[in-house]
């Protein structure tokens, strides 16, 4: 390679830098999307998803909160991807940020009771009895004779919450 070369390409990376570098202030101003930035699409989310699912099956957890978000980032309506990243939040021990994600999981198909199920369960594990049985109660009715795996789940698990709620009053 000759210098004139090697000082282009030197010119061409400190402007890349330069760029990549407005593109990260955009999006910590909030004037720009993370998504954007990294030029995902929603095609990219099923990708993402799996690998985000397939990491927490390997108790890989950091690895899969990347990947679940990067999945709800090139598909905010993927309502699978909003629910990987509960997970996984809830598995990282961020609660509330687990809600969060629930929460954006619900707006999109609050008819699941996988959703309702995980939501009580992490409720159970915030000590807050009464948010878990309400949502245990929810998936229950979206599956009451118990026909699915989170169905039988929020059986088994109402009646211990709606205990310890009466408990605290």
């Keep these: 390679m000759t210098d004139p070369q090697r000082a282009r390409l030197r010119t061409l990376l400190a402007e890349r830098r330069a760029a990549r570098e407005t593109e990260l202030q955009k999006v910590a101003q909030g004037s720009a999307t993370p998504?954007?930035?990294?030029?995902?699409?929603?095609?990219?989310?099923?990708?993402f998803l799996a690998f985000a699912v397939e990491l927490l099956a390997e108790n890989d957890v950091d690895n899969a909160l990347a990947a679940a978000e990067l999945a709800t980032a090139a598909d905010p309506k993927s309502y699978d991807a909003w629910m990987a990243l509960g997970a996984a939040r809830a598995r990282s021990k961020q609660e509330a940020a687990a809600l969060h994600a629930?929460?954006?999981?619900?707006?999109?198909r609050a008819d699941d009771v996988?959703?309702?199920?995980?939501?009580?369960?992490l409720k159970l594990s915030l000590l807050d009895y009464k948010g878990a049985a309400q949502a245990l109660s929810r998936a229950i009715d979206l599956d009451p004779k118990a026909q699915t795996p989170a169905g039988k789940r929020a059986q088994a698990l109402v009646a211990k919450a709606w205990a310890k709620a009466e408990k605290r009053g």
């Design 35 to 47: 998504a954007a930035m990294l030029d995902l699409r929603p095609i990219d989310a099923p990708g």
């Design 102 to 108: 629930y929460a954006h999981a619900a707006g999109l």
């Design 114 to 121: 996988r959703l309702w199920c995980d939501v009580g369960e």
